[in-house]
């Protein structure tokens, strides 16, 4: 994702969606000029997710597990964990990628793939080809390419990875393959998570056509509220800490076809 970080309610981009033509040209004859059209994105940060946590006075004062910051730095992980949860949920705004797409790159199949070890690699390649064949190679050599798979796939994929190859298959076998930063196979950067959407939907394309926005007046802030209330009685005795993320989505239509919901079994 492209990561825009601002306070306003909305960010409007634009790009061209009706280009110039090339055209022959004639010695000593008049050319024409060409019209383009700009049309609008708009990103909006219009939703909220929160969390917020109560500790009686007493309880804050007795042990020495959990400090308030300590809360604090738990919320954040949280609602990384959520917005993480949120990206991968967009799927509907995506283009299908199914079992007609690993030999035709115009399928925009939703038959979902069952994924083994055998065709991992088929699935990979088959990612590349659609984006090589909407005309997405020099995007993807600037921005590069990436798979965001489920544990049941990097498995195959590491199954794969240990199986060909030589030096790559030795370090696989020697190492296994590392997450923290991603797997660098077949050109791609292969990720993992366990926060895709139920369904059976895995994230696909070349990074950053799509935009996340967030709002920092609030990422990040954690706020420390003494005494709050908690029930309709009134205000309780301890700290109330409270976190939140306030954010929005755009999909550009200009990348359509270079962000997939890859469709698996």
Not at 67 to 87: F, R
Not at 121 to 128: T, V
Not at 236 to 265: H, K, N, T
């Amino acid at each position: 994702m492209e990561v825009v970080y601002t306070n306003n309610y909305s960010k409007i981009d634009g790009y061209i969606s009706s280009e110039s033509s090339v055209v022959a040209g004639t010695r000593g004859t008049a050319y024409r000029y060409n019209d383009f059209t700009i049309t609008a994105e708009t990103l909006t940060i219009g939703s909220t997710k929160m969390v917020a946590t109560f500790i009686d006075e007493i309880d804050l004062a007795q042990q020495s597990y959990v400090s308030q910051m300590t809360m604090a730095d738990y919320h954040g992980k949280q609602l990384d964990e959520a917005v993480e949860t949120l990206v991968l949920a967009q799927h509907a705004s995506w283009v299908n990628f199914g079992t007609g797409d690993l030999t035709d790159p115009t399928a925009d199949s939703d038959t979902a793939i069952t994924v083994s070890s055998s065709n991992i690699d088929d699935i990979l390649r088959a990612i590349k080809t659609k984006i090589y064949y909407n005309n997405g190679v020099d995007l993807a050599v600037e921005r590069g390419i990436f798979a965001v798979l489920r544990a049941v796939d990097f498995q195959a994929l590491e199954a794969f990875a240990q199986a060909n190859g030589y030096n790559i298959a030795d370090n696989a076998l020697k190492n296994g393959i590392p997450v923290q930063k991603g797997f660098h196979y077949f050109g791609i950067d292969v990720y993992l998570s366990n926060s895709h959407a139920s369904g059976g939907h895995i994230f696909a394309g070349i990074k950053r056509c799509g935009q996340l926005g967030i709002a920092p007046a609030t990422w990040g802030q954690a706020k420390f509220i003494q005494d709050p209330v908690i029930a309709a009685a009134g205000p309780a005795s301890g700290l109330g800490i409270v976190s939140r993320v306030d954010y929005g989505f755009d999909w550009p239509a200009q990348w359509a076809e270079f962000v997939m919901d890859v469709r698996v079994a």
